[in-house]
């Protein structure tokens, strides 16, 4: 009781002196706040006897005019009406107008805070209003609002605070008396099965070790500890920039280690003649994790697949990259030709590649394959330790090319937070089960910390999949899977580009970007450009992207010779068969087209089979009319979301598969079904014919979106949610280390 009253006097003290100051803070805010509505109301009062005193005056009835603001003046709380003519001493007002109001001084009641009279009726508000007619004034409207109705209110609002504060007080209290009388002994039962994982507190159960007592303190410490390292932040508050991911390293994982494994490299150095040339490949991974790794300054591990790879490492297998200015680490890992052609072209491009995608590709899987694809994943799991700096690094394993990896890396690295990203689509549980190793692909998936999809739908096919294959706990209302002892989070974390655009600051202006490109092709100026930028994909709906091009010219012949559909492909897996013939059916097909609608040198489809770098790219997003992307499965696709971020211009059209995880971000596309060719034609026709009004409202949202949910946020998210992972991971272990020593 002792306890209790020693709080209790000071909090009531305390809250005597807060009631003290907040009251006259109350009755200023109020002051201010009405002033302001009054404002308004006099603002909505002129307009609307604009145009009833302005035929007043051209009349010059002044009694009309004075009985006109006597009637107005009986509204409850407007005091007087009156009105100063230019020229004129006195006012025609109303009998309550006070006499400190005189036309010749104004100006006294023009501005902030100058609007209020004390009065002998009380306080007034004063509003003085031009009236205006063809940018001549002809006088000046003066509406007085009565606020003695303020200090009615005041006097009530005092009252309610004082009942209030006494309310608090006595709850605050009673709380106090509750709480004192608790028992130690039940505090420290609650703490324990919270640390245990029973996420509740179980007063029932008694503990009969008096040796915990002094535990206590130390336990609440801990407790408050963790209340201010894991209190959520707020990412939708987070401007997301490369600054913004800096700050988070710094911040909420103290500059720790982040290393991210992928099969492309971000940088290819080859050989042409005596010198090295650097390329960037064609990849949507590239183009989203390139610019996260410029601001978080870690190390990139990939496969060195360039023929000049191998001259520009050090002694460790490492180039800092960009070439022009260093700001990561990139660590190569060779691969043989067998090792190359069974890892990456055999299981994961002929098995795992159309087992995700549903194109209708049937996937192969070979024994030999799948011996290669361990191999290559041990061998960069073994990458990956080395390259750690410290015995907890943050890992970001991308894409199916390395699904044993996290199992791998947890084994070498216990302590790590490992960050699988998949990003292609993942199946439903029935086209999963086909993959004779599902199970170990499942269980190296789950060594991971986190594992994310673009999309909720993705992740659910997830869920399912191990519900179906795995003997694992699965818990749906915060979709972690706890298996062999550890718990993966499945979150949803939906890709995008960095914002503004790489490098779209060395590229011109739309206008100039479309005369370039008219001329390199010989179109006339006249000439309406469709774009497509995709890699020699049978996913990306190339061959039904041409058909709809043909369907447009059968069922609108007056696009033919006006409109021309550039493709720009670059080649990919060129080894495998299914791609040779998808290439071969592709060329054809254009072939195809251009000679039924061809003549006089018109083309309809220009087929660019060849590496484009980003300016040249972006050079064309902004050159054209609209862009396709028709893919018939896709994970995301940055394609879409670069066209959007390059036209600054606020043109163009987005024409867009609905099989696409962009399709969902980006609604105010024309969104279609690739499979539905007269649909995908009538796209075309429309995106066309589209309004430049039209275009621009909806790359304006567009644009908005792309802007706001940028790459920085997609890695942010992750790695705040890695953060989170860690803090609570340390404070679980310190409190079970605690518990253990004072125990003993």
Not at 93 to 105: G, N, Y
Not at 121 to 134: A, I, M, Q, R, T
Not at 501 to 521: G, T
Not at 659 to 678: C, H, K, Q, W
Request: hydrophobic share 40%; net charge neutral; with cysteine.
């Amino acid at each position: 009781m002792r306890l209790s009253l020693r709080f209790i006097v000071p909090l009531i003290l305390a809250l005597a002196a807060v009631a003290y100051g907040v009251v006259p803070l109350v009755d200023r805010l109020a002051l201010g706040w009405f002033t302001r509505d009054l404002e308004m109301r006099s603002s909505l009062l002129s307009t609307s006897l604009h145009d009833p005193l302005l035929e007043q005056l051209r009349n010059g009835n002044k009694t009309k005019i004075t009985r006109f603001f006597g009637k107005l003046s009986q509204d409850e709380r407007l005091y007087a009406v009156g009105f100063c003519q230019e020229g004129k001493d006195s006012p025609l007002a109303t009998a309550t107008l006070p006499k400190d109001i005189r036309c010749d001084e104004l100006e006294r009641f023009v501005g902030k805070g100058k609007q209020l009279l004390q009065s002998d009726h009380g306080l007034l508000h004063v509003s003085v209003k031009p009236l205006v007619e063809e940018s001549e004034t002809l006088g000046q409207l003066i509406l007085v609002h009565d606020m003695s109705f303020i200090e009615r209110r005041s006097e009530e609002t005092k009252k309610y605070l004082f009942y209030f504060f006494v309310a608090l007080g006595a709850l605050i209290s009673l709380i106090t008396v509750v709480i004192a009388q608790l028992s130690w002994r039940g505090w420290i039962n609650g703490i324990r099965a919270l640390l245990r994982g029973d996420m509740a507190l179980r007063p029932e159960e008694k503990s009969h070790l008096p040796e915990l007592r002094p535990l206590a303190k130390d336990l609440q410490g801990l407790i408050r500890e963790l209340e201010e390292e894991f209190r959520p932040r707020d990412d939708s508050r987070i401007t997301w920039t490369p600054a913004a991911l800096r700050r988070i390293l710094k911040e909420d994982l103290s500059g720790d280690d982040i290393l991210v494994v992928s099969n492309r490299e971000p940088y290819i150095h080859v050989r042409k003649g005596d010198a090295l040339e650097v390329q960037q490949p064609a990849s949507g991974l590239v183009t989203a994790l390139e610019p996260v790794m410029r601001a978080c300054s870690g190390t990139w591990i990939a496969h060195g697949s360039g023929s000049g790879d191998r001259e520009a490492v050090d002694g460790k297998d490492g180039v800092d990259v960009p070439p022009d200015h260093p700001a990561y680490r990139l660590r190569r890992v060779w691969l043989s030709a067998e090792e190359e052609a069974g890892y990456y072209f055999g299981f994961a491009n002929e098995g795992l590649w159309p087992l995700c995608h549903m194109a209708h590709v049937r996937p192969i899987f070979r024994t030999e394959d799948w011996e290669h694809y361990v191999r290559v994943n041990r061998k960069f799991a073994q990458a990956v330790a080395e390259e750690a700096k410290t015995p907890n690094p943050i890992v970001l394993v991308q894409d199916y090319h390395f699904a044993l990896l996290p199992r791998m890396v947890r084994e070498l690295l216990p302590d790590a937070t490992i960050i699988t990203f998949w990003h292609i689509p993942w199946p439903n549980p029935e086209t999963f089960s086909i993959c004779p190793w599902r199970e170990e692909i499942l269980d190296g998936m789950l060594g991971s910390s986190i594992l994310g999809f673009h999309t909720q739908f993705h992740c659910n096919n997830f869920f399912d999949s191990v519900d179906r294959l795995l003997e694992a706990r699965l818990d749906k209302e915060t979709f972690t899977v706890s298996y062999g002892g550890q718990l993966t989070a499945v979150k949803r974390y939906p890709i995008s580009i960095a914002w503004p655009p790489f490098d779209a600051s060395a590229i011109p202006p739309a206008a100039q970007c479309r005369e370039n490109v008219l001329q390199r092709h010989g179109l006339p100026a006249d000439a309406r450009i469709g774009v497509g930028v995709d890699r020699l994909d049978y996913t990306k709906g190339i061959l039904e992207r041409f058909r709809a091009v043909e369907r447009l010219l059968e069922l609108e012949p007056g696009w033919i010779g006006k409109f021309t559909f550039i493709q720009i492909a670059a080649p990919t897996r060129s080894s495998i068969g299914e791609y040779q013939d998808f290439e071969a059916q592709v060329r054809a097909l254009a072939e195809q087209i251009n000679q039924r609608f061809g003549a006089d040198g018109y083309r309809p489809l220009l087929l660019k089979i060849e590496h484009h770098g980003p300016k040249q790219v972006y050079e064309y997003y902004r050159a054209a009319d609209l862009c396709v992307v028709s893919s018939l499965h896709d994970g995301m696709n940055l394609v879409a979301k670069e066209f959007v971020a390059a036209r600054e211009d606020e043109r163009g059209v987005l024409v867009l598969s609905q099989f696409t995880g962009a399709s969902r971000e980006l609604p105010e596309a024309l969104v279609v079904n690739p499979y539905d060719i007269d649909q995908c034609a009538a796209a075309l026709h429309l995106a066309l014919s589209m309004s430049e009004r039209e275009q621009r409202e909806r790359m304006r949202i567009m644009r908005s979106l792309v802007r706001e949910f940028n790459v920085y946020r997609w890695a942010g998210r992750m790695l705040l949610d890695a953060a989170g992972m860690r803090k609570r991971s340390g404070v679980q272990k310190r409190a079970a280390g605690d518990l253990a020593r004072k125990a003993s």
